[in-house]
């Protein structure tokens, strides 16, 4: 059974740092693409950052060069390391994964809240 579980949600204050796990188990987080989206209230849901299948790491511009995703193959989780954080990264943040490699991200996790206060 695939499961995701995020922690490292918190409320921090403009320019603070937090960092996002997420366990998965089901599958090995090598196997398949895994990434990071948020979800503000009264908006969709948008992809944050993950990693493409040749490995490099992708970010959505409004947080390139503050957030940092990250794998750890041996825990089987991946993180993201969020710096700089700014009232307009206030979301819901979940996990999700694509498994088996192809599919539409069809994994997901029950999400952490991240609120930056000004």
């Known amino acids: 059974q695939v499961q995701l579980v995020e922690s490292g949600g918190s409320s921090v204050q403009t320019g603070g740092s937090l960092k996002l796990s997420c366990k998965v188990s089901?599958?090995?987080?090598?196997?398949?693409?895994v990434g990071w989206f948020r979800q503000s209230p009264g908006a969709e849901r948008t992809w944050v950052a993950n990693?493409?299948?040749?490995?490099?790491?992708g970010y959505t511009l409004s947080v390139k060069g503050r957030f940092t995703i990250s794998l750890n193959i041996a825990e089987n989780s991946l993180a993201l390391q969020m710096n700089s954080l700014k009232p307009d990264d206030t979301a819901l943040y979940f996990c999700?994964?694509?498994?088996?490699?192809?599919?539409?991200?069809?994994?997901w996790g029950q999400g952490t809240q991240v609120t930056v206060s000004s």
């Open positions: 999700a994964a694509a498994c088996p490699r192809g599919s539409p991200w069809n994994y």
């Open positions: 089901g599958f090995a987080i090598s196997t398949c693409p």
């Open positions: 990693f493409a299948s040749d490995g490099t790491p």
